[in-house]
């Protein structure tokens, strides 16, 4: 099951397929593009969305990551940020 990150493109937000080039959705804040990503990674089978800040233009740094059900979370720590 892929993973999905939530990336800044211009002056919109977008979620990024793992290993993709397209933007499977995007949005006006990175609030919505962080619902959208979590919807379609959950209708993808759950894993991984990965929220990014960008460092430098088209550098970008993972800031948080939340498990989608039904994956499998490695960790049994509970989420509180979200």
Known sequence: MPNYHVVQ????????????????????????????GKEIC?????????????RWPGKWQIRDSDTVSPGNDPRSSVDTKH
Do not use: D, M, P, Y
Not at 14 to 36: H, N, P
Not at 42 to 54: D, K
């Open 42 to 54: 959950q209708n993808a089978g759950g894993w991984e969305v990965r929220i990014h800040t960008v």
């Open 9 to 36: 493109r211009g002056n919109k937000f977008g979620v990024l397929k793992e290993g993709g080039s397209k933007l499977s959705a995007s949005a006006k804040t990175q609030k919505e593009a962080e619902i959208r």
